[in-house]
């Protein structure tokens, strides 16, 4: 089982930067998906969660509105459209997983997923 992210780097605030997040190993079409971030010195915190058939999402309230989560299970990859960014959205971007039986469910808690990808740096700064 493995989750590989890509797509992070410098930007400058207002800019916009794609992550995504291949997955291997496993059915990926079966599985929720989230976005989660963590700076410097602060704790993990949810970003945004997509259910496992991409009926539903949801973000945290700092991104909502900018950020935009979707699936393509063909692919086994998941993205993370992030647009007018800010240097408070400067941190480390990790893709994560779950097993779920419900093609609705959101998992919008860092600590409910199992499997988790090596993260992708994410620099807002002029």
């Known amino acids: 089982v493995q989750l590989v992210e890509s797509g992070g780097g410098l930007v400058q605030p207002g800019g916009s930067l794609r992550l995504s997040c291949a997955a291997s190993?496993?059915?990926?079409?079966?599985?929720?998906m989230g976005w989660i971030r963590q700076a410097p010195g602060k704790e993990r915190e949810f970003v945004a969660t997509?259910?496992?058939?991409?009926?539903?999402?949801d973000y945290s309230d700092s991104v909502k509105g900018r950020f935009t989560i979707s699936r393509d299970n063909a692919e086994k990859t998941v993205y993370l459209q992030m647009n007018s960014l800010k240097p408070e959205d400067s941190a480390v971007y990790y893709c994560?997983?779950?097993?779920?039986?419900?093609?609705?469910?959101?998992?919008?808690?860092?600590?409910?997923?199992?499997?988790w990808g090596q993260g992708t740096q994410v620099t807002v700064s002029s």
């Open positions: 994560a997983s779950r097993f779920t039986y419900n093609a609705g469910t959101l998992y919008p808690v860092s600590n409910e997923y199992n499997t």
């Open positions: 190993g496993f059915t990926f079409s079966s599985y929720g």
């Open positions: 997509i259910s496992r058939a991409g009926i539903n999402t």
